[in-house]
């Protein structure tokens, strides 16, 4: 069975600008930076720290 993960999409001004609270474990990806989000329910988008490091292939799930 194929599993298909959909992933919310939209550029860094356009997710700034919006600033929602991301729901836990809802993952965003930045569509021109290719960065990751992912939220704890209560941080609005801002807030939240990138998932993964530019320079490390590990993630961050540390605010979990």
Do not use: H
């Amino acid at each position: 069975m194929a599993i298909r993960l959909r992933m919310r999409r939209g550029t860094q001004a356009q997710w700034t600008a919006a600033n929602p609270v991301l729901k836990s474990g809802e993952i965003v990806v930045e569509s021109d930076t290719l960065q990751v989000k992912i939220g704890n329910g209560t941080s609005n988008y801002n807030s939240l720290p990138y998932a993964f490091d530019r320079g490390d292939a590990a993630p961050d799930f540390t605010f979990f």
